[in-house]
Structures are given as structure tokens and as C-alpha cells.
């Protein structure tokens, strides 16, 4: 039987014409020991079909793009179904990722009719393989849809894009008539945090950031609110070696509104623990009750919740409104040696007892000397 290659350079439309009256092209002087079957001819460069009315006579016609059968693998079926775009598709290997893809043709070439057949057994491996995929997806979906109805969301975010929009505080360009705000707002930010994203994002705001080495907090907001910021790897860290509690004790101690600003990663879930993983009852280790207790021990800490720095940002601006700027030479010796000279342990006993309050201890520091005066009032003095 001729090889292949001895018909390569052979003329379909001569061949076409010339098989029946010229029987020699279907069998060569090289070949003359051997007729070639009708049913094994193959061109190298046109798809073929026979058409012989009998054995030695053959004919040779093109098949239409409509009648071929081209087998491909899964892999770049998306450019394969552009490139082909085929009527029928049957599926030798069930695939979730490649039905999903015919379906997007198929939404794409909305006039081309599709069919897509299946080769696999009701009851095989492979068949309950490709619906496990298909429970599996469904499940996806309805986690997701069900995170989203109970997200927690900004007020003012509608969904269009979580981009934080130009702040009213940032200057205008003075070549496009704009005009320099009278005072900008400040925060002043520990030298350690611009390792992160977030001063860069306060500037973009039209914040002006003053780095400072600060001992206690990380963002100072007002003289009367400090911010410590905490991610969600650093939060479980600090809860393992004891240093947030310290850092608590320290902002209580010389702020007024201490906040805890838990910062989460965008492109992870937002939540400290999966529902899954939530305890029925308080458990020493688990992260929840460890939170529950901070917030005991320390009632005026406040906690915010925030899901990327461009949130973080637009919390910042929020909590300036109103507020008074930062002394950036008290918040750079708070904390330092110079204000550890004074002993803080007396105003920590007077904050633990009984009515006092953030509201009232700095006026009744001011009024006594020490806890012993204290002591002797009289209720009515107290009151």
C-alpha cells in the first residue's frame, strides 16, 4: 500500500478528474505491486472522502465543513469552539469548567444551534465525578450569595465600585482654578506604619501625614483619640504574647477614646472565624472570647472593623469631623521615659472601682492627692 507522503503533491482537482480515465494515478509504477484501498486514502492537505462506484474505480470529493469530525482535547476549548464554531459537540470526559465554556459560545453565537452529547455511563465514576462537581459549584454559589445578604457594608457604598471617591479636603489643582483649603486635617502616624499602604492612602485623601515615632498607638487622630491597628495575622499574635493588652492599658491611660481598628485582608473573607468554627460557649482559646473579655477589662476602647485601607481611610476621615488636630509634641512623649517618670499605678487602681468612669476620673484626680484622701471622704463628699 503507497505511503502517504507519495500523494501529497498530488492535485485534488486532477485527481478529481483523471481517476477513472487514468487508473495510474491510483496505482504508481513504484507501487505497481500493490492497488491502494479506497477507504485508507488520506491528503495531507484537504479532507477527503471516496466515493468508488467499484473496487478499482475511485472517485475523490471534498467532505463539507458541516460533515467533518474533528476530535481536540479540553484544554483552550474556549479558542477552539471561536475558531470552529461547531453545531454538534459530544463530550467523551465530562467537565463542569467545559460545559461552562459552551455555554458562553453558545451566548455568544446566539444563531448557531449547539447540541452537546454525552459518552459516559448513567451510573459510572466518572459520571457521579461530574455531578459532585456540579453540588460543589451550586454550594459555592449559595455561600456567596448568603455572605453577601449578611455582609456588613458602608452606608454609602451602593455597590458600583469600592473605590474611596476624592475627598472634599484634598487641594485642587491651582492650574484648574481650584483653591488651597484655609487648614488641612493632620494625623499624625507612627514611622512603622508606612511599611503599609494606609498613610499613602490618608494622603490621597488630603490628609496631611506627620511621622512620628510614637510609643503608644499608631495613628493619633485627635488629643483625644488614638487608633491601634491591628491586621488579622498581628491581632492573634499580639493576643498570644499579651503585648495588646499592654498597648490597651497604655492608650487607656492617656486618651480619652482609645479605638482598636482590626484591619482585614480584601481578598480573604471577612470574618475573624468561619460560622462553622463559632463555640457554643466561651472557650479560653477561641479568638471571639478573647475579644468578649478585652472589651470588659477595657470598656472605653472602641472597636472598628475594616475591610481594606481604602475603608480604613474613609473611617479616619469620619472620625475627624469635629474633632480638634493632634498635638504632635504630646503624642510624641506619650509613652516615652519622660512621662513614665510618673507612677500610673494609683490611677489604674482609681479606674477599677465602683462609678468611676471616663467621664469622671480626670475631675476626681484633680481634686485629691492620692487614694488615701480619697478614702476618707464621706459619701456625700463622693457624690
Known amino acids: 500500500m503507497p505511503s502517504i507522503l507519495d500523494?501529497?503533491?498530488?492535485?485534488?482537482?486532477?485527481?478529481?478528474?483523471?481517476?477513472?480515465?487514468?487508473?495510474?494515478?491510483?496505482?504508481?509504477?513504484?507501487?505497481?505491486?500493490?492497488?491502494?484501498?479506497?477507504?485508507s486514502f488520506l491528503n495531507l492537505t484537504?479532507?477527503?472522502?471516496?466515493?468508488?462506484?467499484?473496487?478499482?474505480?475511485?472517485?475523490?470529493?471534498?467532505?463539507p465543513e458541516s460533515r467533518q469530525l474533528l476530535i481536540y482535547p479540553t484544554e483552550n476549548a474556549a479558542v477552539i469552539l471561536r475558531e470552529m464554531r461547531p453545531q454538534f459537540i459530544i463530550v467523551y470526559d465530562p467537565?463542569?469548567?467545559l460545559i461552562r465554556e459552551i455555554e458562553v459560545f453558545k451566548a455568544s453565537h446566539p444563531g448557531i444551534p449547539v447540541r452537546v452529547y454525552f459518552l459516559t455511563y448513567e451510573a459510572s465514576v466518572e459520571y457521579q465525578k461530574y455531578?459532585?462537581?456540579?453540588?460543589?459549584?451550586?454550594?459555592?454559589?449559595?455561600?456567596?450569595?448568603?455572605?453577601?445578604?449578611?455582609?456588613?457594608?458602608?452606608?454609602?457604598?451602593?455597590?458600583?465600585?469600592?473605590?474611596?471617591?476624592?475627598?472634599?479636603?484634598?487641594?485642587?489643582?491651582?492650574?484648574?482654578?481650584?483653591?488651597r483649603q484655609m487648614e488641612q486635617s493632620k494625623v499624625i502616624v507612627d514611622v512603622r506604619e508606612f511599611r503599609s499602604s494606609l498613610p499613602s492612602m490618608l494622603h490621597e485623601n488630603g490628609m496631611e501625614?506627620?511621622?512620628v515615632t510614637l510609643e503608644v498607638g499608631d495613628y493619633v487622630l485627635s488629643p483625644k483619640l488614638c487608633i491601634e491597628r491591628k491586621s488579622l495575622p498581628d491581632l492573634f499574635g499580639s493576643f498570644g504574647s499579651g503585648r495588646l493588652f499592654n498597648q490597651l492599658q497604655s492608650m487607656s491611660r492617656h486618651y480619652q477614646t482609645p479605638i482598636l481598628l482590626i484591619e482585614f485582608d480584601p481578598k480573604k473573607s471577612f470574618s475573624l472565624i468561619a460560622n462553622a468554627d463559632i463555640p457554643s460557649d466561651i472557650h479560653a482559646m477561641n479568638i471571639l472570647s478573647k475579644l468578649t473579655l478585652l472589651c470588659l477589662h477595657f470598656p472605653n476602647v472602641r472597636l472598628v472593623w475594616s475591610r481594606h485601607a481604602h475603608a480604613t481611610a474613609s473611617?479616619?476621615?469620619?472620625?475627624?469631623?469635629g474633632r480638634k488636630q493632634p498635638d504632635i509634641d504630646f503624642a510624641a512623649t506619650?509613652?516615652?521615659?519622660m512621662d513614665d517618670s510618673v507612677d500610673q499605678t494609683p490611677q489604674d487602681i482609681l479606674r477599677k472601682l465602683p462609678g468611676i468612669n471616663r467621664n469622671n476620673v480626670q475631675r476626681v484626680i484633680s481634686r485629691v492627692k492620692n487614694l488615701y484622701e480619697l478614702s476618707t471622704f464621706s459619701e456625700k463628699q463622693i457624690e
Open 209 to 211: 501625614v506627620l511621622p
Open 95 to 97: 467537565d463542569v469548567s
Open 7 to 39: 500523494f501529497a503533491n498530488v492535485d485534488l482537482d486532477d485527481l478529481s478528474s483523471n481517476s477513472s480515465s487514468n487508473p495510474s494515478l491510483l496505482a504508481t509504477e513504484s507501487n505497481r505491486s500493490n492497488s491502494f484501498a479506497d477507504e
Open 131 to 179: 455531578l459532585t462537581s456540579l453540588h460543589r459549584e451550586r454550594d459555592a454559589f449559595e455561600s456567596l450569595i448568603n455572605n453577601k445578604a449578611t455582609m456588613m457594608i458602608d452606608e454609602n457604598q451602593d455597590g458600583k465600585s469600592e473605590l474611596i471617591e476624592i475627598s472634599p479636603l484634598a487641594p485642587a489643582s491651582m492650574r484648574r482654578g481650584g483653591s
Open 334 to 337: 506619650v509613652g516615652t521615659a
Open 315 to 321: 473611617i479616619f476621615e469620619r472620625l475627624k469631623e
Open 46 to 63: 484537504q479532507t477527503v472522502k471516496s466515493c468508488a462506484p467499484n473496487e478499482r474505480g475511485s472517485r475523490f470529493e471534498i467532505v
